[in-house]
């Protein structure tokens, strides 16, 4: 009977980990890649552009938002996880949001733990043959996990007054395209008017 235990190829074994994650707070103590996102990079995205303008010029191009890791292999087998934290506000009418994507290897998924804040993550198809996408928003916000299942782009929006931070975990093959979510948005999108949500 052979073994059915796999080889292990001991250049590539990496030493198993803890880290400290202040759940309550959403931080992550000494992440090993630290990323952030200006407003400036936002050009494009939203609804509002002069609106976005003003805010970039007003405000000096204040951090939108950020995002925390250790260090994993972006490899298949490895889980990549981190936390997201984006800041509350609005462009216009439109409230703060990523960028958005789909996964380079489009059959990966992913999930998010609201641990602070409030808002949803919006998750779309890519447009089928009439060009068109389901679109859904699925609340974030803490003690909830919101599950992106694969093909689905997805971007997190907050539509509360403090930072929106959520735990992520994504298989390490994924990849990001946001080339086709920067040419095809979002169906939808989410405002704030009046001190009233709007998704539309
Ligand atoms: C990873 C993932 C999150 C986002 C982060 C920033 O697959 O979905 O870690 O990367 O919330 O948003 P984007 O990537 O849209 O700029
Ligand atoms: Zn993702």
């Not at 447009?127 to 997805?154: F, I, K, M, T």
């Not at 997190?156 to 979510?181: C, F, K, M, Q, R």
Request: net charge negative; with cysteine; glycine share 10%.
């Amino acid at each position: 009977m052979g073994s059915h235990v796999p080889q292990l190829d001991l250049m590539r074994l990496v030493q198993p980990f803890g880290v400290t994650i202040d759940l309550a707070e959403g931080t992550m103590r000494s992440p090993d890649k630290h990323q952030v996102r200006r407003a400036s990079v936002m050009r494009g995205y939203y609804a509002d552009q002069e609106a976005l303008e003003r805010l970039i010029a007003e405000r000096g191009d204040p951090v939108h938002y950020e995002t925390f890791e250790k260090h994993v292999p972006e490899e298949y087998g490895h889980l990549v996880f981190g936390l997201t934290q984006l800041q509350p506000g609005v462009v216009g009418e439109e409230c703060f949001m990523t960028k958005g994507h789909y996964h380079t290897v489009a059959g990966t998924s992913e999930i998010y733990v609201g641990l602070r804040g409030q808002g949803y993550m919006l998750m779309k198809t890519p447009p089928d043959a009439q060009g068109r996408s389901q679109c859904v928003a699925e609340p974030l916000v803490r003690n909830r996990l919101v599950y992106v299942p694969p093909y689905w782009a997805h971007r997190s929006v907050n539509t509360g007054d403090e930072p929106l931070v959520a735990l992520y975990v994504y298989p390490g093959e994924a990849g990001h395209n946001y080339g086709d979510i920067e040419t095809e948005g979002f169906p939808k999108r989410i405002f704030k008017v009046q001190g009233r949500e709007v998704i539309r």
